[in-house]
């Protein structure tokens, strides 16, 4: 009986602050610490996609990311990276649908606008590419990356073709 007092004495503590941090992370957040075996496999086959991408490896990234997106065609993100890998593998036709679709999920992806508009770009399209600088100017109400790299790339694009 000691033994069982000091128990509930010592875990009553934990069990209040486990339960108040779990209350506190909201429903959704709970569930995923939890985790799936399936939503591990999809963030890690992401991060590696991410991974190849930085290191140049397109096909790879784009290989990862045509799983995922099978998986679940509706993961902005994922639109967005596989627009990418296609951008810079020179396919600007299966680039653009891939960012059309990731924008049509989620209007203001600041990823996808800032790499649109770097496609439009690098297509001569700076009319489209400043709509996209125009989306991000509004989606970045205190300022972002996105939006400061697609101005310096327009900027760079207009001083070379001499455009004021």
Do not use: F
């Not at 959704?28 to 991408?53: F, H, N, P, R, T």
């Amino acid at each position: 009986m000691a033994a069982s007092k000091r128990l509930r004495a010592c875990c009553q503590p934990c069990l209040t602050a486990t339960l108040l941090v779990l209350s506190l992370a909201g429903p959704g957040q709970a569930i995923a610490a939890g985790g799936d075996d399936d939503d591990k496999v999809a963030q890690s086959e992401y991060s590696l996609a991410k991974q190849a991408i930085k290191d140049g490896d397109y096909d790879v990234a784009i290989n990862k990311l045509a799983r995922l997106h099978e998986e679940d065609p509706n993961d902005a993100d994922v639109l967005n990276l596989l627009g990418y890998g296609y951008r810079k593998t020179g396919n600007y036709d299966q680039a653009r649908g891939y960012y059309l679709q990731a924008l049509a999920i989620e209007p203001k992806h600041r990823g996808a606008n800032e790499y649109l508009g770097e496609l439009y770009l690098e297509t001569e399209q700076l009319d489209k590419a400043e709509e996209r600088l125009a989306v991000l100017d509004s989606a970045c109400w205190l300022g972002c990356g996105e939006y400061t790299d697609l101005k310096e790339s327009v900027d760079k694009y207009k001083t070379a073709k001499g455009i004021q």
